[in-house]
């Protein structure tokens, strides 16, 4: 499984676009990257997936260039709620058997 | 439509002890698995399973058995509960046989081993 690296935490301000990064340089062919968001006591939620190029949708878009070695989560507008620890994994598969998790990006949205 | 159960909340054993945790999920998902977490870390998996009847290990199966005899359930055993297993635990599940999926988890379990 290809081992991702996140920025360890982020600040940001409410109304602004947060954007986190996250490096795969051994991504595989078949891999998708996937993000979750995970607030305090509660388990991650699925936010996002991707094989390649810009996925939208309710929440967040995600962009994924063309050699797929990274890839970048954008929130637009975050707001106070969107303070949350947010994983980049890739994989084969997003099921719920393969799920390599790394640290994470802690996101603290301040007022 | 529940989603994940996971029950109970909170739990404190004693060393040596044994307890199940139970999860459930009512969306017919084929595979579901167990992860936990430690403070600052992200989530570990211990086992996992892909239907009623099959299961197998992850990256951190020691001290913990799995069964799963009904698509729906899928309980962790703790044999002999040591402060090591002290951590908040995680049951997810997900649809089987597409690669494109998401996983479903449940609200946690904060296990206490003292």
């Known amino acids: 499984l290809a081992k991702t690296t996140q920025p360890i935490s982020m600040d940001s301000y409410e109304g602004q676009e947060v954007n986190i990064t996250c490096s795969h340089n051994?991504?595989?062919?078949?891999?998708?990257i996937t993000w979750y968001q995970q607030f305090p006591s509660q388990g991650p939620r699925f936010i996002i997936q991707?094989?390649?190029t810009k996925v939208t949708n309710e929440v967040a878009s995600l962009f994924i260039p063309a050699d797929r070695k990274s890839s970048t989560l954008s929130l637009p507008r975050v707001s106070l709620s969107d303070t949350a620890v947010y994983y980049c994994?890739?994989?084969?598969?997003?099921?719920?058997?393969?799920?390599?998790f790394g640290s994470g990006t802690q996101l603290t949205v301040l007022p | 439509n529940a989603g994940v159960t996971q029950t109970p909340k909170f739990q404190v054993l004693k060393t040596g002890q044994s307890m199940t945790l139970q999860c459930a999920q009512d969306m017919n998902h084929e595979y579901m698995s167990w992860y936990r977490q430690d403070p600052g870390m992200g989530l570990r998996l211990i086992h996992y399973?892909?239907?009623?009847?099959?299961?197998d290990q992850g990256e951190v199966p020691n001290g913990y058995n799995v069964s799963r005899s009904t698509t729906e359930d899928f309980p962790l055993r703790l044999l002999s509960a040591a402060p090591s297993q002290t951590s908040v635990y995680f049951c997810?599940?997900?649809?089987?046989?597409?690669?494109?999926?998401?996983?479903?988890f449940g609200q946690g379990t904060r296990l206490t081993v003292v």
């Open positions: 991707g094989y390649k």
């Open positions: 399973s892909v239907g009623a009847g099959i299961t």
């Open positions: 997810a599940s997900s649809y089987r046989g597409r690669l494109n999926t998401e996983a479903f």
């Open positions: 051994n991504i595989a062919t078949n891999d998708y």
């Open positions: 994994l890739v994989g084969v598969s997003g099921s719920a058997r393969q799920l390599t």
